[in-house]
């Protein structure tokens, strides 16, 4: 049996993922990713639109390397209701 102090500590956790801050002017968003680890991110903008007949959308997926930032774009025909931006691990 180990001693109390000699703990053994789980394996830090692989740190993973782009940083993306979005902005909203009107009916346009704009997203940007800077992924500053070494695994490639999969990112995807989606947006969802106020008004019930517009129609909500979500942006192609794109790899975002390692030091790498990406620019997202996607507008809806009148106001914005919610922006995010989902990850995906690329293989």
């Not at 909203?24 to 991110?41: E, I, Q, R």
């Not at 999969?42 to 019930?52: D, F, Q």
Request: glycine share 4%.
């Amino acid at each position: 049996m180990p001693h109390a102090r000699e703990r053994r500590q789980a394996p830090a956790p692989k740190l993973f993922g782009a940083a993306c801050r979005t902005a909203v002017t009107g009916s346009h968003v704009v997203a940007y990713c800077h992924n500053p680890y070494v695994d490639t991110d999969r990112v995807r903008l989606h947006i969802e639109c106020a008004r019930w007949w517009d129609i909500d959308t979500d942006s192609a997926p794109v790899n975002t390397d390692a030091a790498m930032t990406v620019r997202l774009t996607g507008r809806c025909w009148e106001e914005i209701r919610s922006v995010w931006v989902s990850h995906q691990k690329a293989r």
